[in-house]
């Protein structure tokens, strides 16, 4: 049985493709962009989340660590977090949910269990999709959930930055009824210069995917400064006007939600991004739109991407927008 | 009839006119009340210092029986005020409720002592002295008219002995009250007309004081008429005790809708300003579309007519799409499309299927099932036909689960699950036994406490028989009993289960010892959290649904495997209404976390926080796999982002969602679209937000008229989930 990593598995997913979906997120991803909300799936390794405010103190997950992780000085917890492994043992036992593991092992037919639970509400449209992270850094283990996902006739839907050699992509070709793609930028040095890979392999795999008349919907998560010039938007609507199967292009508004995420894992960021504004938007998606090209903001006519798809009060959709 | 269409105030206007008096009227009666835990419903303020005051007949001071009813009734509707507005199509709007007057609902000398020690001990809310809550058939009334139905009753009469005489008496008396308040109504309108100086108006007072002064005797001719006699019903129907249940509106209307069409007495911008005039008139339960008594689905143009004036009344509004397989798409497409538009938590959609097959397990046909609508809270009801006390009767089992949980610990030399559950079980039996006992007794005595005299007008055979309808007037007693506080217990057997039994985190005297001190002291909170990170209800294929379904199946067989000692049917379902609060206040400190008087959980729906994502799927197959399923209903609860109806295909994802629920068994299905922020900035400063209109249960409310406390209720479910 084929297995990898994943962050978790979001049901009744709105804002992953079309219908009600469940989308998986993979973990670990090549791409190091700054304004990432997701950073918990750019190592490709289990890591611990800690939420400094939900601790009560109750010094369970010190007697836990076998390597001195977690030490309580005059009351106040402190996380090494240069001796953890990430094996998850201390929280195991934090019931206040303030020390989160994030990345688990499933094989894929654990995840087709669960997408499975939710077929029942995939008609008309609805379907899985595998996000992350990037799905692609686990070629195996994504190949062996769209297998088992094509087997039971469920749509598939799959999220990437598609900066891979087209060997990787080509096995995935069949499997996939929906390829949704970032191009964040169109600069090849600009696009290296933030993200840390050339975005040429990107455009030469959607070129490939439009000739064989794949569905494609492309996206660009817009931060305002970074690539939010008429031009920079423009060169890209260019661009993706040559192909004959663009079904949408996306505009994205950042969004700042993942801030507090970056604090848990210990990491520094993001810089002080912000979205522009919903007028500067709609200006750019007005610039955009070709006659062989639609053109929508967050998705639709509202601001999808900031909002939540389930049940009022769950968490934020972590819809990959910028992987 | 001359149209109302009009070349200086159009229906917009009107309408504009009419809802900002409606917000008024509602603020006026939350200055005066403080707040409204419940339905908006239509009822306005009457004069200020107005001196009526109820004839009692009781040393308590209070009315009973249908002599005081009669009485109390018909001398309110002497001098009731009368309303008239010209800007609405129709007359009337009541301002009492009759049994909220009443200084004690229930006779002292049918005493029921015997039953409250088990009733306070299960938390059971036992329906007795309550009234209402079934269904009247509408059609008897549109048929008849008030002349017709005063004349069924005298013919009745003279079929009966001396000994119906008073019952005649007494219905006939409510008939001629009804009569006379509209009489002087009629004659209100025509004074209003001769000092209108606006042709246009001037001419709709003409016509509804053409309307009021037909429908005194005659039955309604035409679609206003028709519209304006249910008014009148309800209003009668609400002052005499607050009878919420409406019909099957579209079929009522549709033979007048298509007679005036053809004819060309009216056209639908007409029919629908009407329509919303009647929307606003009062709150009640309509459902629309949905099959006939044969499956032929019965939606029609004037089933969409409703739907487009709820959606430009925009304002509360209970309307229930009923949804079966040869349902017209675009009924269920329309109505979700507007959920998601005017985000006023209106249509409610039930699930046909569900509620048919599970009514036939009680031996009823496929057609009688069919006939089985939607029109309350959780109420499923036959027009007319029926007598259910939907809504009153309710077993708080979180209330069961402490009783048999602490009574393990006393007892037991070795508590564990398996001891748990078999003293669950045999306290829910006991519980079920009670209720059944209360049920008897209401039904041996309701008639004589308080005779549904309004609704047994439009009933089939309390005329007939002179017998109230609580009290062998109809043929079918279908009594409804409900369980409330399913995911409390669920979630407690689950953490129990998986804490102290599996992993052995914790030994049972230890739980025992933090449930009595209420979490508090040392490791309290830790242990709290523990257990409430158990695997949920709701989480699907967990611990938590498994033992949903177990108390579920088990409230199930209790409830239906005999009949009541006097031989009435229950039927089972799962539903809190808002008692969530009250019944939360009986019970202690649970192994789910929960708290000594916190609220507990929410009709069948998972507690907040039931999975990480919180998925509207996850929720909705697990409130369809906990369905009783005789025909009664388990209501899914949702609360949906705005993000969700923001979405190109908004429309199909809902209706999948609902859809998919009814075909996984669900019966019943609320939705809210909230926007958490606005609900948060509602909950702080609710003047600040009119009209911000929330789904609390069954019933929508205008969030700012509800209480502190509820409003936290439905802050908790909708944002802190």
Partial sequence: MTSGIITHIQRFSVHDGPGIRTTVFLKGCQMHCPWCHNPETRSPRPELQVFASRCIDCAACADRCARGGHEFAAGQHVFHRERCVGCGRCAEVCFAQSLVRVGETRTAEEVLKEVLMDRPFYQPAGGVTLSGGEPLAQPDFTRAILELCRREGVHTAIESNLAWPWLIVAPLVDLVDLFMVDIKIMDEWEHQDLTGVSNRQTLRNLCQLDAMGKPLVVRTPVIAGVNDRPEQIAAIADWLAELSNVRQYDLLPYHPLGTGKYEALGLTGPADYRAPSAEHLTRLAALATRPNLVVKVAGASGACATDGGAVAGAPISDQNTSS | ?721
């Fill in chain 2, 1 to 721: 009839m001359a149209s109302l269409v009009q070349d200086g105030i159009d229906y917009e206007t009107r309408l504009r006119h009419l809802r900002a008096k409606k917000e008024a009227q509602t603020q006026a009666k939350l200055r005066l009340a403080g707040s409204m835990n419940e339905d908006d419903y239509g009822q306005v303020l009457p004069p200020e210092g107005f001196p009526w005051q109820p004839p009692a007949n009781h040393p308590n001071g209070s009315f009973y029986g249908l002599d005081g009813w009669s009485k109390a009734f018909c001398s309110l509707m002497q001098c009731h005020p009368v309303y008239v507005d010209p800007m609405d199509a129709l007359a009337g709007r009541y301002m009492f409720l009759l049994n909220r007057i009443r200084k004690c609902n229930w006779p002292p000398e049918f005493d029921y002592a015997e039953l409250k020690p088990e009733q306070e001990k299960y938390g059971i809310i036992s329906g007795i002295g309550n009234d209402a809550h079934f269904a009247p058939d509408f059609r008897i009334g549109l048929e008849l008219g008030w002349g017709g139905l005063l004349e069924k009753v005298r013919r009745c009469r003279s079929q009966h002995g001396p000994d119906k005489a008073a019952f005649f008496q007494a219905e006939e008396d409510v008939i001629v009250a009804i009569q006379g308040w509209i009489a002087r109504t009629a004659a209100a309108i025509e004074e209003a007309e001769a000092s209108q100086t606006d042709p246009v108006l001037r001419e709709n007072l003409r016509e509804m004081a053409e309307v009021n002064r037909w429908l005194i005797d005659g039955a309604p001719r035409t679609f206003r008429e028709a519209c304006q006699w249910i008014a009148w019903f309800n209003m009668a129907s609400r002052t005499y005790n607050r009878d919420g249940a409406g019909g099957q509106l579209d079929e009522l209307l549709r033979p007048y809708y298509e007679r005036d069409r053809a004819e060309g007495r009216i056209d639908d911008e007409e029919a629908i300003f009407i329509l919303a005039c009647l929307l606003l008139n009062d709150t009640q339960y309509y459902q629309l579309g949905g099959p006939d008594a044969q499956g032929r689905d019965q939606t029609s143009p004037i089933s969409f007519l409703i739907l487009e004036a709820a959606h430009r009344l925009k304002a509360t509004c209970n309307l229930t799409i009923r949804v079966h397989d040869g349902l017209d798409r675009r009924l269920l497409r329309k109505g979700v499309q507007y959920l998601l538009e005017d985000r006023k938590a209106w249509p409610r959609f039930s699930g046909d299927k569900a509620l048919v097959e599970g009514f036939m397990r009680n031996g009823y046909s496929a057609e009688l099932a069919r006939q089985r609508i939607a029109v309350g809270c959780n109420w499923m009801a036959l027009p007319g036909l029926e007598y259910t006390m939907n809504d009153t009767v309710k077993i708080n089992v979180a209330k069961v689960f402490t009783v048999a949980f602490e009574e393990m610990m006393r007892e037991d030399a070795t508590p564990g699950i398996e001891p748990l559950w078999r003293r669950f079980e045999e306290h829910l039996r006991r519980a079920v036994l009670c209720t059944a006992r209360g049920i008897d007794f209401q039904l041996d005595h309701q008639h004589l406490n308080e005779p549904e005299l309004i609704l047994n007008l439009l009933s089939h055979g309390p005329i007939e028989r002179g017998l109230n309808v609580t009290n062998g007037g109809v043929d079918l007693y279908n009594m409804c009993v409900d369980g409330a506080g399913l995911a409390t217990v669920a979630d407690s057997f689950a953490a129990l289960a998986r804490r102290v039994e599996e992993q052995q985190q914790l030994t049972w005297s230890e739980i025992a010892e933090h449930l009595r001190n209420n979490y508090q002291g040392p490791g309290g909170e830790r242990v709290r959290l523990m257990m409430r990170t158990a695997p949920r209800y709701g989480a699907g294929d967990s611990l938590g649904d498994h033992w949903a379904l177990q108390i579920s199946r088990l409230l199930t067989r209790l409830v239906t495997e005999r009949p009541t000692p006097g031989g009435r049917r229950m039927i089972p379902g799962w539903f809190s209404w808002a008692d969530t609060l009250r019944l939360g206040k009986q019970v202690g400190a649970t192994p789910d976390g929960r708290r000594a008087a916190e609220p507990i959980s929410h009709g069948a729906n998972p507690q907040p926080g039931f999975r990480a994502d919180g998925a509207a799927t996850a929720m909705v197959r697990a409130i369809a796999a906990i369905q009783p399923g005789y025909g009664n209903t388990a209501p899914v609860q949702l609360e949906l982002d705005p993000g969700v109806a923001n979405c190109d295909d908004a429309v199909d994802m809902v209706a999948s969602l609902i859809t998919t629920h009814f075909d996984l068994g669900g019966t019943l299905f609320n939705i809210n679209i909230v926007d958490a922020e606005k609900v948060l900035a509602a909950h702080k400063d609710p003047s600040q937000f009119p009209d911000l209109v929330v789904r609390v249960t069954g019933f929508t409310a205008y969030f700012a008229t509800l209480s502190p406390e509820f409003r936290q209720l439905v802050v908790d479910r909708m944002v802190r989930a």
